[in-house]
Nanobody, 124 residues
Framework: QVQLVESGGGLVQAGDSLRLSCTTS????????MGWFRQAPGKEREFVAA???????YYADSVKGQFTISRDNAKNTVYLQMNVLKPEDTAIYYC??????????????????WGQGTQVTVSS
């Protein structure tokens, strides 16, 4: 059974930092690209960041220079380091796994497995 479990969310104040983790099981982690998406109340899910099997990273324009995605293949884990958080970053954050090469990692349709999400709330 493939499982993705996010952790590390919580309530923080604007300007704070937070690191999210997503641990996986049931898949060959090193063969998958991994992505982070977020969904704010009343809004659609949007792409945040992705990292492929070779370590190349991709970011939404809104988080470039602010968030950093990384992976540890030995631990089957992907991370999202979030710095200088703003209230606009408040959302449920989801990690996802993509088994396909050549697809756009900014597109939801490229991902086959999803975690249940972790809540990040940033107060001003």
């Amino acid at each position: 059974q493939v499982q993705l479990v996010e952790s590390g969310g919580g309530l923080v104040q604007a300007g704070d930092s937070l690191r999210l983790s997503c641990t996986t099981s049931g898949l060959t982690f090193s063969s998958y690209a991994m992505g982070w998406f977020r969904q704010a109340p009343g809004k659609e899910r949007e792409f945040v960041a992705a990292i492929n099997w070779s370590g190349s990273t991709y970011y939404a324009d809104s988080v470039k220079g602010q968030f950093t995605i990384s992976r540890d293949n030995a631990k089957n884990t992907v991370y999202l380091q979030m710095n200088v958080l703003k209230p606009e970053d408040t959302a449920i954050y989801y990690c996802a796994a993509s088994p396909r090469r050549g697809s756009s990692l900014a597109q939801i349709s490229s991902y086959g497995y999803w975690g249940q999400g972790t809540q990040v709330t940033v107060s001003s």
